[in-house]
């Protein structure tokens, strides 16, 4: 996967990038033709926030979502809010993702309605990713530096993939990766959260796990989880709003007392914002996970 994700990153430099004018496809195979940039965003996903922050366009953003803490000084709003609070701060470009279109639709429809532009986007793979920047870029008028992101991303993969590359290949650990506790389900094969855990070394134990509908998280269960105990040698889980959990939580799980990583304490958890979210947090993920994989070579 990483030397795929090298030559797309190389692809991207190399190639002119997208420009004003260019068609837009959202997620939701909405067609946007933007030809000028937009100048008051209202971003309700904090992937967004995040990433038109880093690409220099913090100025043109009106309002954030309300579990949104990156801008404090914003307004705060929701999907569910009466269209006339939305309305209000006059904004030109609205930046959701599929969960909420597909969860408020007449949402959607009012704001069209009223001249507002509304874009549904959420990359589920590192390769969606980079052209998910490029199209938050040509939206806000920083297509240059969003490929200057791109390459940044590029230059962290390869001093990371040089620690990963002193690992020998059978010490490398075999990671169960957990997305959400209660319902014992990890990540899709092809998730960015698995880009981070391979990136960093790791071996996903559950690669035959099955993707739901169109999104990071994959099936698995409890029985597949414990098929697979005396493999664990880490069991990891991202922690957040979408994971509520503990270390203390998954160890007391009935039945994990078997998984190998268990036995030897070698249940961690990691910020979702650093491995699920589609921003250069990421890079961060990845050294994160390779610390937790692999103390003693991040000790050396």
Known sequence: MLKHIFFTILLSCLLV??????????????????NKSFQRIISLY??????LIDMGAKTQIVAIGRSDKQLPELPTLS??????????????????RPMLSRSYPHMV???????????????TSVDEMFRYWENLGILSGHQEEASHMIARFGSGLVEINRQVERIPAEKRKKVYFESIHKRMKTFAPESMAMFVLESAGGINVAADAVQVRKSNIAAYGKERILSKAKKIDVFLAQEGRMNKVSTEMIREEPGFQVIKAVQENQVFLVDEKLVSRPTLGMLEGIWKVFALLYPAAEDS
């Open 17 to 34: 990038a997208p420009v004003l004018g260019e068609p837009i496809v959202d997620n939701d195979g909405r067609v946007i033709q933007p």
């Open 79 to 96: 999907f569910r809010d009466d269209p006339e609070r939305l309305l209000a701060l006059k904004p030109d470009l609205v930046l959701i």
């Open 46 to 51: 904090a992937a967004h926030t995040r990433n």
């Open 109 to 123: 429809e009012s704001l069209e309605a009223n001249g507002v532009t509304v874009v549904s986007l959420q990359p």
